[in-house]
């Protein structure tokens, strides 16, 4: 089963060696259970970071960015500069019609904002999602598979960092959120 190919019954062995996880999180997981079990025992165990890692991975690329569009859009301040509400519309976008000439403009805007912004990340996911991923378009150079769902977790952790008095708030409502995404695929 590839990356791309993920349903409700996948198991956290079938992405266990794309992911890095915590200690606290190898623990926890059984390699054996289904995602969605896994990603409930690691909110259980306050590891959020690691079931959004685990949930970036589960989905598929144009739903995982749409994911992180819609966590970096809850909690964008209203003062967000232009440019960085763009960068998620980009994103968005991309998610609702994918084209290549979309994720070409999301990997240079990503590329333009860094990915210290959680837009730059939504967008990095975006560009990193398929296609060529070199600023030379004549070299070819095509993106590891699991590099899009490790920016979608990046984005989704500055979303939920956003606010820090309200992350562990924000990381269980996007993981719920995530998790629906993947009930409805099934």
Known sequence: M???QTSSQQTA???YQLID???AALSTIDRQQPVAENISKLCATYCFHDAVLLLAHSLPKREAVWWACQC?????P???????????????NWALKPNNDKRLKALAEGEAIGSYATAGMVTLATGWSAGNISSDQSIEVPPPPHL????????????AAAEPEQMDAHYQR??????????SAA
């Open 2 to 4: 590839t990356v791309a």
């Open 21 to 23: 996880f915590s200690t």
């Open 72 to 76: 970096a859009r809850s909690t964008q």
């Open 174 to 183: 996007f993981i719920q959120d995530g998790l629906k995404i993947i009930a």
């Open 148 to 159: 899009s769902a490790v920016a979608v977790a990046a984005a989704v952790t500055l979303a």
């Open 78 to 92: 209203k003062e967000a500069p232009q440019r960085e509400r763009a960068a998620i519309d980009l994103a968005e």
């Open 13 to 15: 062995n079938d992405l």
